[in-house]
């Protein structure tokens, strides 16, 4: 099941209960950016090569290519970039945002996703 960057972003607008208000091209620039990416993300989590932590982060379990390397950089920065806008727009800290969105990507994971609990352990849906 893939899961499109509208629903991401609508699962954090519903933790959060609000809408998050961003500068229009820098967040439609990430979406664009992340859905691009998404085939290639959910293949390397189908994979076992990464998995999801429990920070709201991809997190490389075994060898990769270089350019599968880059793109879980990339990933994780825009991310990031999602986590502190939302984070601006609900005064929480961005760490907050990210574990919030491990517990939704933990619960929504497809089979075979490798996930890490938040005691730290990793365990494979």
């Known amino acids: 099941m893939k899961r499109s960057i509208t629903t991401l972003l609508a699962v ?8 998050p208000v961003v500068h229009a091209d820098s967040a439609a620039a ?10 290639q993300v959910d293949a390397l989590k189908q994979s076992g090569a ?6 709201g ?3 490389v379990r ?9 793109l879980v950089k990339a990933e994780n920065a825009d991310r990031k970039a999602v986590y502190q806008m939302i984070a601006a727009k609900t005064n929480a ?3 907050t945002v990210g574990k919030t969105r ?10 075979g996703t490798w996930v890490q609990l938040v005691d730290g352990t990793w365990r494979k849906v």
Do not use: D, H, P, W
Request: charge should be positive.
């Open 12 to 19: 954090l607008v519903l933790v959060f209960g609000v809408t």
């Open 30 to 39: 990430i979406k664009s950016r992340m859905a691009q990416r998404l085939g």
């Open 50 to 55: 990464v998995g999801e932590n429990n920070q």
């Open 57 to 59: 982060y991809l997190t």
């Open 62 to 70: 075994k060898g990769i290519s270089a350019a599968s390397a880059a």
């Open 93 to 95: 800290s961005a760490t």
């Open 102 to 111: 491990a517990a939704s990507i933990r619960k929504k994971a497809v089979k």
